[in-house]
């Protein structure tokens, strides 16, 4: 069975300094996707960005990248140049291979300060 | 494109009383998901359908809790009785065909809060 970690349950940043969230997995599946989602007070999941196991590179979205450490079995999500915007709930999340079906970590609630 | 609609947003009812949600998912998406969230907590699968076909209902509590998609297309939750335990948020997400996990997104509804007092 897969398990996502996230460990960090806040996390406070002031705006416009880069801010990085944590997250581990465990799969032995060989096949998987990583997946951060954000979740704003108003409750709509909204996705970020996708991160492939035989990716090479590491995926970037905008402000958003994701820091891949496959021998780690790590996917930290980095976000450059907070902004008051990105004060949210963010959930990493996999799937694994012919599954669709997304696993959940518990979440890192973010806080962005003026 | 309209995105995947759930209703209601906000439902307050007693313990034992019954309780229904509803989903409509993007159109051509044919995986649909119910998910329940409780406070402070990611997401969990309660159940996933393949069109018409529930083909991973595991986490089901199958005494209280039940679902539908009748023609493959919208799905309705439901809970009878409910508990106070069952206070939470359900939502809904559905996925358009991928045979990899490589453009599997799921696209979320706004999600059905319920209170049971």
């Known amino acids: 069975a897969q398990k996502i970690t996230q460990t960090q349950p806040g996390m406070f940043v002031q705006e416009k300094e880069a801010v990085t969230l944590d997250c581990t997995y465990d799969t032995s599946d060989p096949s998987y996707g990583l997946f951060w989602y954000k979740q704003p007070s108003s409750g709509e999941m909204i996705f970020l960005i996708y991160q492939g196991s035989y990716d090479q590179q590491n995926a970037t979205e905008g402000r958003y990248s994701l820091n891949f450490q496959k021998a780690r079995k790590s996917a930290n999500l980095v976000i450059s140049a907070s902004q008051l915007g990105d004060s949210a709930m963010y959930f990493c999340a996999m799937s694994l291979s012919g599954y669709s079906t997304l696993t959940f970590g518990k979440g890192t609630m973010l806080l962005v300060s003026p | 494109e309209a995105g995947v609609v759930q209703s209601p947003r906000y439902k307050i009812i007693e313990k034992k009383q019954p309780v229904a949600f509803w989903c409509n998912p993007i159109?051509?998406?044919?995986?649909l998901y119910w998910y329940l969230q409780n406070l402070g907590q990611g997401p969990e699968l309660l159940i996933r359908y393949e069109n018409e076909e529930a083909v991973d209902d595991s986490q089901l509590p199958k005494d209280r809790f039940s679902a539908e998609r009748l023609k493959g297309v919208d799905s309705t939750l439901k809970i009878q009785p409910a508990e106070l335990g069952d206070s939470a948020v359900y939502l809904c997400?559905?996925?358009?065909?991928?045979?990899?996990?490589?453009?599997?997104?799921?696209?979320f509804g706004e999600g059905s809060r319920l209170t049971v007092l």
């Open positions: 997400a559905s996925s358009s065909p991928t045979p990899t996990p490589n453009t599997g997104e799921l696209f």
């Open positions: 159109s051509g998406h044919n995986t």
